[in-house]
T-cell receptor, first 114, second 114 residues
Framework: DGGITQSPKYLFRKEGQNVTLSCEQN?????MYWYRQDPGQGLRLIYY???????QKGDIAEGYSVSREKKESFPLTVTSAQKNPTAFYLC?????????????FGSGTRLTVV | DQQVKQNSPSLSVQEGRISILNCDYT??????FLWYKKYPAEGPTFLIS?????DKNEDGRFTVFLNKSAKHLSLHIVPSQPGDSAVYFC?????????????FGKGTKLTVNP
C-alpha cells in the first residue's frame, strides 16, 4: 500500500525553536517537494529535490532547510529565522517525466507557533 | 508576480447545476495544466489534466477546457454534487523544460448546496 506519510499531523513550537517535519514515501518516486499553504495564498513551493543528495530552493525558502539523504525521505526544518512559520505544510512526491500528473501529496502537518 | 491566477476565491452553486471554475496563466512556457481538489486538513488529490496540444479533456462529470490564445482554462463540473464541495487548485507545469515543479493558483472554494 504505497503512499506518502507526513508526521506529526499537528505540531506546536515555541518562538525561537527549530522544528523538523517528517516526510516519507514508499512510491519509489525520484522527486519530492515541500509546499506551504496559508489562507488565501494557495500552495507555495519551499524546496524541492529531484534526486538524492540534491535539492533546490523554491519561491519561499528563507528560514527553511531540507536534506535528501535517502530517496524515501525529505525532512523539512523550520528554523527560528522563519518570521511567520504558522501554516499548513504539505509534502509531495512524483516520478520524473510526468509533468506534475504523478504528484502524490501527504496529508499535511499543521504547525503553530505559540 | 502570480503566474497562475484564480480570481474567484469562492463559488456557490445548487446541486445538479453546472460549476465553472476559472484559471488564467501568464507564463507562455507552461504546457501542462492540472486541477487538484482539496478537502480541509488533507493533501490535494489530482482531478484532471490537459496538455497544451489539446483544447478539451473530459473525465466523467469533469471537463477541462484550454484556450491557449487567451491563456485561460476552466473546469466544468456537471452535474454538481454536495460531495464536490472543496477547494480547487489550478496548477501549471513547463513540461517541455523538464521540470516537474508545479505552480499553483490560490484556489477556489466551491460549495454545492443540496
Amino acid at each position: 500500500d504505497g503512499g506518502i506519510t507526513q508526521s506529526p499531523k499537528y505540531l506546536f513550537r515555541k518562538e525561537g525553536q527549530n522544528v523538523t517535519l517528517s516526510c516519507e514515501q514508499n512510491l519509489n518516486h525520484d522527486a519530492m517537494y515541500w509546499y506551504r499553504q496559508d489562507p488565501g495564498q494557495g500552495l507555495r513551493l519551499i524546496y524541492y529535490s529531484q534526486i538524492v543528495n540534491d535539492f533546490q530552493k523554491g519561491d519561499i525558502a528563507e528560514g527553511y532547510s531540507v536534506s535528501r539523504e535517502k530517496k524515501e525521505s525529505f525532512p523539512l526544518t523550520v528554523t527560528s529565522a522563519q518570521k511567520n512559520p504558522t501554516a499548513f505544510y504539505l509534502c509531495a512526491s512524483s516520478p520524473t517525466g510526468t509533468g506534475g500528473y504523478g504528484y502524490t501529496f501527504g496529508s499535511g502537518t499543521r504547525l503553530t507557533v505559540v | 508576480d502570480q503566474q497562475v491566477k484564480q480570481n474567484s476565491p469562492s463559488l456557490s452553486v445548487q446541486e445538479g447545476r453546472i460549476s465553472i471554475l476559472n484559471c488564467d496563466y501568464t507564463n507562455s512556457m507552461f504546457d501542462y495544466f492540472l486541477w487538484y481538489k482539496k478537502y480541509p486538513a488533507e493533501g490535494p488529490t489530482f482531478l484532471i489534466s490537459i496538455s497544451s496540444i489539446k483544447d478539451k479533456n473530459e473525465d466523467g462529470r469533469f471537463t477541462v477546457f484550454l484556450n491557449k490564445s487567451a491563456k485561460h482554462l476552466s473546469l466544468h463540473i456537471v452535474p454538481s454534487q454536495p460531495g464536490d464541495s472543496a477547494v480547487y487548485f489550478c496548477a501549471a507545469s513547463p513540461l517541455q523544460g523538464g521540470s516537474e515543479k508545479l505552480v499553483f493558483g490560490k484556489g477556489t472554494k466551491l460549495t454545492v448546496n443540496p
